[in-house]
């Protein structure tokens, strides 16, 4: 069925840096695109980043393009979300998710989230 | 970019009740078009996908169906579990725009 578990997220300052993981088991995770999305204190869902089966094609929201920088390690089974020129509008709690392409695309399973607190 | 408006932002209701949740699309977007129920603390959960298909393991209350660009979540029979804030998301563009969400309370 598959398992997601997110780590890495914590208090940084505006203008930091900070680089989360997800790790991913129970199922072939090179086949799958993968996403991140987010969810602000009293907010809804924001898809963040998407990231294709080998790396093929990246993507990323409005909001986080040129900050942030997706990435995957197929042999570990890991995505990765290297958040730079943090803001305090990212704060939230980002979720690792995997997507699943069969037309139409949706996700059908997500990590329990990391919480990311920018703030000074 | 595909905008998705969903209505109500939030509805009371009682156990028992049957209750319609509503997606509108910017612009169509055939039936690339997902529904998602979000508990606080919790990740979300895949309801429906493809605007009618249920989700392996999701209980037959909650259905989903599509007239152009309005999309509709019904439950047709509401459990105190289904007490949660509900979202849209397209997928018909490389943007997957959530829908801003409907909390559902008691």
């Known amino acids: 069925d598959g398992q997601l578990v997110e780590s890495g997220g914590g208090l940084v300052n505006p203008g930091g840096s900070l680089r989360l993981s997800c790790v991913a088991s129970g199922f072939r995770f090179n086949y799958y695109s993968m996403q991140w999305v987010r969810q602000a204190p009293g907010r809804g869902l924001e898809w963040v980043a998407d990231?294709?089966?080998?790396?093929?094609?990246?993507l990323y929201a409005d909001s986080v393009k040129g900050r942030f920088t997706v990435s995957r390690d197929d042999a570990a089974n890991s995505l990765y979300l290297q958040m730079d020129s943090l803001r305090v509008e990212d704060t939230a709690v980002y979720y690792c998710?995997?997507?699943?392409?069969?037309?139409?695309?949706?996700?059908?399973?997500w990590g329990q989230g990391t919480l990311v607190t920018v703030s000074s | 970019d595909i905008q998705m408006t969903q209505s109500p932002s939030s509805l009371s209701a009682f156990v028992g009740d049957r209750v319609t949740i509503t997606c509108r699309a910017s612009r169509p977007i055939s039936n690339y078009l997902n529904w998602y129920q979000k508990k606080p603390g919790k990740a979300p959960k895949l309801l429906i996908y493809?605007?009618?298909t249920l989700q392996t393991g999701v209980p037959s209350r909650f259905s989903g169906s599509e007239s152009g660009t309005d999309f509709t979540l019904t439950i047709s029979s509401l459990q105190p579990e289904d007490f949660a804030t509900y979202y849209c998301?397209?997928?018909?563009?490389?943007?997957?725009?959530f829908g801003q969400g409907t909390k559902l309370e008691i």
């Open positions: 990231v294709s089966s080998m790396s093929s094609y990246i």
């Open positions: 998710a995997r997507l699943v392409t069969n037309r139409p695309p949706h996700i059908d399973c």
């Open positions: 998301q397209e997928s018909y563009s490389d943007f997957y725009t």
């Open positions: 493809a605007a009618s």
